[in-house]
Nanobody, 127 residues
Framework: QVQLVESGGGLVQAGGSLRLSCAAS??????????MGWFRQAPGKEREFVAC????????FYGDSVKDRFTISSDNAKRTVFLQMNNLKPEDTAVYYC??????????????????WGQGTQVTVSS
């Protein structure tokens, strides 16, 4: 089993920044082959892919709406993945979820691939 706990959400004005963290734990968690993703879901909307990273090899991939504004990174020793969000916009308001895929060849945007999910952290961007 893998447990994921997100933190770092909050209220910020448009143009501001936030840094989300996702701490992973569990007896079956291994950096090897692990893909980690961030997704978000706004009220009344479908879940949207934000970014992903494969913990070994460090390949990354971003959704078009956040490219050049958000950066995903990881501290493998601490089993933590980060999402640095800059130049936030009101349309970035959503619950942000961390997810883990333990068999990743490359990280993926496909939510159905991820086996484990965190509880989410709220990000609210005011205009």
């Amino acid at each position: 089993q893998v447990q994921l706990v997100e933190s770092g959400g909050g209220l910020v004005q448009a143009g501001g920044s936030l840094r989300l963290s996702c701490a992973a734990s569990g007896s079956t968690f291994s950096n090897s082959g692990m893909g980690m993703g961030w997704f978000r879901q706004a009220p009344g909307k479908e879940r949207e892919f934000v970014a992903c990273i494969r913990l070994t090899g460090r390949n990354t991939f971003y959704g078009d709406s956040v490219k050049d504004r958000f950066t995903i990174s990881s501290d493998n020793a601490k089993r933590t993945v980060f999402l640095q969000m800059n130049n936030l916009k009101p349309e970035d308001t959503a619950v942000y979820y961390c997810a883990a895929d333990p068999r990743a060849v490359r990280c993926t945007w496909a939510a159905s691939i991820y086996d484990y999910w965190g509880q989410g952290t709220q990000v609210t961007v005011s205009s």
